[in-house]
């Protein structure tokens, strides 16, 4: 049964520190993808991977966070240095992207994000 | 502001009655999703509709769009406790862009 991984499941730090998620995509997929989900904003699209390349990082606050695929089976979204206003449930989703076809997400469970 | 918006944004109906979502957005899409997530867990796809089709079906779900309205709904018929969630809609635009933009999403709360 393929499923999203993601570590940690919960993730408690003080403000300033650094925060690496790591997420392992479906096997096969050539897509990943980082969401961030507040009760304020909702789901808010992070970034964008395809076949390992960012496609789009437009979500991010790039003075903070960084997210990485340094292979097919990991993706890393980092937060340094971290703030309160960080808190939310970070998701990763990956997919298979077929030419001129939608595809289908599949979601790991999430980190959840508790910056002090 | 949200590609797609639901609505209501909450909805309680008793167990075994209909519960119809809809959404609304704004851009050409090349397909519209529907997603359900639970109580602190991730989303889960439900259905995809691509933008040359009118209605799908998929057990007890049915999807329509009508892309002259840019809209969509989502029936669940006779429904169940366990269809308590959250249930968002996601449009991937018609630009080759195939990241999703998720709408605010529908509490449904299935009373037994």
């Known amino acids: 049964d393929a499923r999203v991984t993601q570590t940690p499941r919960h993730k408690v730090t003080e403000m300033g520190q650094e925060v690496t998620m790591r997420c392992q995509p479906i096997l096969g997929h050539n897509t990943v993808f980082w969401y961030r989900q507040t009760m304020m904003q909702g789901l808010e699209l992070l970034a964008y991977?395809?076949?390992?390349?960012?496609?789009?990082d437009s979500g991010m606050p790039k003075d903070r966070f960084s997210a990485e695929m340094p292979d097919a089976t990991l993706a890393t979204l980092k937060i340094q240095p971290s703030e309160p206003r960080d808190s939310a449930v970070y998701f990763c989703?990956?997919?298979?992207?077929?030419?001129?076809?939608?595809?289908?997400?599949?979601f790991g469970p999430g980190t959840r994000l508790l910056v002090l | 502001s949200q590609q797609g918006e639901e609505d209501p944004q909450a909805l309680s109906i008793q167990e075994g009655e209909n519960a119809t979502m809809n959404c609304s957005y704004k851009?050409?899409?090349?397909?519209l999703q529907w997603y359900r997530q639970n109580s602190g867990r991730g989303l889960v796809h439900l259905i995809l509709?691509?933008?040359?089709?009118r209605e799908k079906h998929s057990g007890r779900l049915r999807v329509t769009l009508d892309t002259s309205k840019k809209s969509s709904s989502l029936l669940i018929t006779a429904s169940r406790a366990a269809d308590t969630a959250s249930y968002f809609c996601?449009?991937?635009?018609?630009?080759?862009?195939?990241?999703?933009?998720f709408g605010s999403g529908t509490r449904l709360q299935v009373q037994p």
């Open positions: 996601a449009t991937a635009l018609d630009t080759g862009r195939r990241a999703l933009t």
């Open positions: 991977f395809r076949n390992r390349a960012p496609l789009d």
């Open positions: 509709i691509r933008s040359n089709e």
């Open positions: 851009t050409s899409i090349n397909n």
């Open positions: 989703a990956s997919g298979l992207v077929l030419k001129q076809s939608g595809e289908t997400q599949y």
